[in-house]
C-alpha cells in the first residue's frame, strides 16, 4: 500500500553523533553570510516609529529545529533592532522588551532546544509548535519574521505522484530530477500551494511595517530546478535506494511509494507569488553561492535533517549502509566540486504593506481621474477592524495614482465600486465622489 510522506518528520534531535544539533554548521555558515543583509535591512527598511514602545518587540523564527542555529540569528535580529532603537533621538530611551518565538513542527525536539537556550539571553522566549503553513499566532502581531533552510519542505507529498494510474505517478525516483514533466509540474504545483499558504498566513500575522527575512533554497531562473545540486543529491540518494534494491535488502515496491517532500524554487517563481499575495513589497531578493561540505560532511548533514524521513519509511535497520553509499556516490560524482556550484540559495526580505488609519472607520466612494494613469496589484478583500484596513486574500485589487505634480489616491475596488483609503491630491488629477466608475 502506497503512502504519503506525513508533514512532521523533525530533524534529528537530542545531541548524539546524527543529531542536527552537531551537523548543522553548513546551515550556520549561511546564517553568517546573510546576517549584513539582515542588518541593513533592520537599518533602512524597519520603520520602528510606527510601532508601539509599551509593547513586546515580537520575533519569530519558523524552523527553528533544535539549535543552536536559532539562537545565533535571533540574538543577532535582536542586537540589530536595538541598535535601530538606539540611534533614533525620540525613541533611544524607549527600547521594548523582547519576545521571541520558535516554532516548528509538533514532533520537533523542543527538550533540546530549551535546554539549549543561551543563559544570558536578553528576551522572553516561547516555543510554538505547529505547521507554519497555516496560522499560529494573532493578527498584526509580529514584528519580524525569519526562515532558514525550511522553507523547500513541502507539506506533504502530491497525491498523483504515488497513484499507479496518473502520468505524474514517479516510478522509480525519489524526487522530481530526471523525472517526466507532469512529475516536475506536481512537485512546483505543491510548492506554489505551500508558499501562497505561508505567505498568506504571515499577512495576516505580521504588523504593518514588519519584515521577513527568509533564506531559502533555490536555483537560478537559467537552470531548471530538476537540475539543481539540492536536487541533484537527492537523486544520488535514490540511485543509492536503487543499487540496495538490486541486491534484495529492499524492494523496487518500496522505493516506488516513496517520494522527498522537497522542492528548489526559483528568484522567478518567488516573485510571482509575493506578487499574487499581495501583502508585502520584495525589499531585497539575492541569489547566494554557498559552499558546499566534503561529501563526508554534506552527508552528515542531510542525515541530520532527513533521516527520520526515510527511517519512516524503509525502517532504522538501513540506515548506516544507505548513508554510507550515500557519501562515496557524493565523491564519485564530482557534484560538489568547484565548477559544478552555482548560486543555489535565495535570501529574500519582505516588508508587509502598511495599512492605512481611517479615523472614524468611516470609508467614502471616490472616482479619480489622472493624466499619467494607474497602476494595479491584484490583493484581497478590505475589511475594517478598529479603524484600520486590513487585506485578505480574496479578490479585488488595489492602486495607487500618481498625480503630474506628486498628487496621490490610493484606492480599492470591488465590482463596480471605487473606494477611497487616502487622498492627497494636488493638481495634475480629479477626485470626486461617486458610486460607480
Known amino acids: 500500500m502506497a503512502k504519503a510522506v506525513a508533514e512532521t518528520f523533525p530533524m534529528n534531535g537530542g545531541e548524539g553523533v546524527h543529531s542536527y544539533t552537531q551537523n548543522s554548521s ?8 546573510s546576517k549584513a543583509v539582515i542588518d541593513e535591512a533592520i537599518a533602512e527598511k524597519l520603520d520602528i516609529t510606527s510601532f508601539s514602545t509599551s509593547d513586546p518587540f515580537t520575533i519569530a523564527d519558523f524552523g527553528c ?49 530549551f535546554k539549549s537556550i543561551p543563559l544570558e539571553k536578553k528576551y522572553f522566549a516561547a516555543g510554538v509548535p505547529g505547521s507554519f503553513y497555516g496560522r499560529l499566532f494573532p493578527k498584526a502581531s509580529l514584528h519580524f519574521v525569519h526562515s532558514s533552510y525550511a522553507l523547500q519542505w513541502l507539506s506533504t507529498v502530491p497525491s498523483e505522484l504515488l497513484d499507479k494510474n496518473s502520468p505524474a505517478r514517479n516510478k522509480g525516483r525519489v524526487t522530481y530530477g530526471n523525472a517526466p514533466d507532469e512529475v516536475v509540474k506536481a512537485f512546483k504545483a505543491q510548492f506554489e500551494k505551500d508558499m501562497s499558504s505561508f505567505l498568506n498566513a504571515r499577512a495576516e500575522e505580521v504588523i504593518p511595517g514588519g519584515l521577513m527575512a527568509l533564506l531559502l533554497v533555490a536555483t537560478p531562473d537559467e537552470i531548471p530546478s530538476p537540475k539543481s545540486i539540492f536536487i541533484g543529491l537527492f537523486d544520488l540518494m535514490g540511485s543509492c535506494l536503487m543499487d540496495m534494491a538490486k541486491i534484495g535488502i529492499l524492494s523496487e515496491a518500496e522505493i516506488d511509494s516513496f517520494n522527498l517532500p522537497v522542492y528548489s524554487t526559483t528568484r522567478k517563481e518567488m516573485e510571482e507569488l509575493v506578487e499574487i499575495n499581495g501583502g508585502f513589497t520584495i525589499e531585497d531578493m539575492e541569489q547566494l553561492i554557498h559552499m558546499a561540505p566534503d561529501a563526508e560532511k554534506c552527508s552528515k548533514h542531510l542525515r541530520a535533517g532527513m533521516e527520520n524521513v526515510f527511517k519512516e519509511h524503509f525502517g532504522s535497520d538501513i540506515m548506516d549502509e544507505l548513508f554510507d553509499r550515500f557519501t562515496k556516490k557524493i565523491e564519485e560524482s564530482l ?10 540559495e535565495l535570501f529574500v526580505i519582505l516588508k508587509r504593506k502598511e495599512t492605512v488609519v481611517v479615523g472614524s472607520g468611516m470609508i467614502r466612494r471616490a472616482w479619480w481621474k489622472d493624466p499619467n494613469g ?17 487585506m485578505v486574500v480574496q479578490g479585488g485589487c488595489w492602486g495607487s495614482v500618481f498625480g503630474g505634480d506628486g498628487g496621490r ?5 470591488m465590482g463596480e465600486g471605487l473606494i477611497l483609503v487616502e487622498a492627497k491630491v494636488r493638481d495634475g488629477g480629479g477626485m470626486g465622489e461617486k458610486v460607480g466608475c
Not at 518565538?101 to 520537533?108: G, P, S, V
Not at 557534484?335 to 543555489?344: A, F, K, R, V, Y
Open 26 to 33: 553548513h546551515q550556520r555558515d549561511g546564517l553568517n553570510s
Open 335 to 344: 557534484i560538489l566540486s568547484e565548477g559544478s556550484l552555482t548560486p543555489n
Open 374 to 390: 494607474f497602476e494595479v496589484m491584484e490583493v484581497g478583500l478590505v475589511v475594517v477592524v478598529a479603524a484600520r484596513l486590513e
Open 65 to 113: 529545529s533544535t539549535g543552536p542555529n536559532t539562537f545565533v540569528v535571533v540574538q543577532n535580529v535582536v542586537d540589530a533592532i536595538k541598535l535601530k532603537y538606539q540611534k533614533c533621538p525620540s525613541l533611544s530611551r524607549h527600547i521594548p522588551e523582547f519576545q521571541v518565538y520558535f516554532n516548528d513542527h509538533i514532533d520537533n525536539d523542543f527538550n533540546t532546544l
Open 409 to 413: 489616491v490610493l484606492w480599492w475596488r
